[in-house]
């Protein structure tokens, strides 16, 4: 085997969440006449709430908004958002990423999720994988979001291991970016995987079954 342990991004890898959150992002935008786009929505991947707002804030141009204001406006998208995971369900689980995690459990591997949202939990047993994993390291866990390694940190630290042995999953550039800074072999999908930010750069997530097991 390759690695002892892997450790993946959720949003935009194990499901597809990331396309909720532009839904509700732009919904919020376009509430304050702010133009937001999915070049923009791009930048957001794995980075935090309320570093997304900021983002989305660089195209406002009306008065200052105080501190309570924005945190009102990312409570607002985050209202949004759950509102949306509620419609989630196993069912959303791709038979692609279950059996190729399965099959990477069943070789031995140690599995877990590193993930920038406070929403992971909640996510994870909408689909029916609340307690699939060996760790699970989130938004709720960290203080400092990707591009710091500290979520892949921790939960290789949850897992006794040191990052030279795990393998980091992601389709944020700023996750691939994480992952290298913390020392870790990085397999991307989807927008990372097109920006050539990982070690590997997938086409399709089970072939990661190859890359892992050797
Ligand atoms: P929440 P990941 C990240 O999850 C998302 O990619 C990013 O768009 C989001 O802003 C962030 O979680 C925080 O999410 O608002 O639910 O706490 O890709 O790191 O799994
Ligand atoms: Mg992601």
Known sequence: MNYQAIIFDLDGVICSTDEYHYQAWKK???????PFDRTINNRLRGVSRMESLEIILEQYHGP??????????ATQKNDLYR????????AD????????????RAAGLKLAIGSSSKNTQFILGQ???GSYFDAVSDGNNITHSKPDPEVFLKAAGMLGLEPAVCLVVE?????A???????????CVGD???AGAGDYNLSAFSELRAIALG
Not at 83 to 90: G, K, N, R, V
Not at 93 to 104: F, H, P, R, Y
Not at 171 to 175: I, T
């Open 28 to 34: 919020m935008a376009d509430g304050m006449g702010i």
């Open 64 to 73: 200052a908004l105080s501190e309570e204001r924005k945190v009102e406006l």
């Open 83 to 90: 509102e949306s995971l509620h419609q989630l369900s196993p």
């Open 93 to 104: 689980l791709s038979a692609e990423v279950k059996d190729t995690l399965d099959a990477l």
């Open 127 to 129: 689909l029916g994988l």
């Open 171 to 175: 389709d944020a550039v700023s996750g």
């Open 177 to 187: 970016q994480a992952g290298h800074a913390g020392g870790f072999a990085v397999a």
């Open 192 to 194: 990372a995987s097109q």
